[in-house]
């Protein structure tokens, strides 16, 4: 963290104390934290040794700047926008290609070599070095999504700034995002793991692993290099017993599959029609 602890003090008070939030030290704390996180050298959360640690007082000071400004119009070339929130400028600068009309907000940071297709990228989200962000995928507000990733057409990786102790969805380093995934409310997926298109994943999304003999359900998780594909399971209702969507861990991916490999010759490794 570049940012001295006096400033996260200030910003934290500010959060408890309304009265607090106008003063001179407080602004001026809050607008360092969110050039640190533009120029990446803040996270809303970061890898340690026992797991991912949210920082609370950084989506405090994301949600004190949305209290304090108003909606000013922006003009970028022939885009008109009218919001509290600027557009990330010289991509050029950042490493990263950055593809018309995507949209990416000041207070996202991008390591050298992503490459934005028309999409959207959004306050507080970290995204590492040579991660393709494919068209129309969208990367929710302090989204951390790792490095060598590829996140397919129609991708939605949810946001969250509230409540302040919620983890942000953590999409680690290889992982492969079929088209439309929807990742929301926290998920984890480590590294290397492979999603193929359509897999719908929440808080509360049963995470069913087929590889055994039994079923073995978690949620919250996809473990690492897994194969991931949408199923149902079933589940009794007062009208009936209908099936509910699960995410079905159906392989691992194998050492040899190169990094880079397509989801399709990753998932035609085994017998399924996906």
Known sequence: MTLPDSAKETIHAAWEDPSLRSLPETLSAMSDCWDALDRGEIRVAEPGPTGWTVNVWVKEAILLYFAHHEATPI???????????????????????VVPPATIRYGAFLERGVVVMPSYVNVGAYVGANTMIDTWATVGSCAQVGRHVHVSGGVGIGGVLEPMQAAPVVIEDHVFLGSRVVVTEGIRVESGAVLGAGVVLTGSTPIVDVRGSEPRITRGVIPPRSVVIPGTMPKDFPAGNFGVPCALVIGERKQSTDEKTSLNETLREYPLDV
């Open 75 to 97: 003009e970028q070339g022939i885009f008109h926008f009218r919001d509290k929130v600027p557009l990330k400028s010289d991509p050029a600068g950042a490493g990263i290609r």
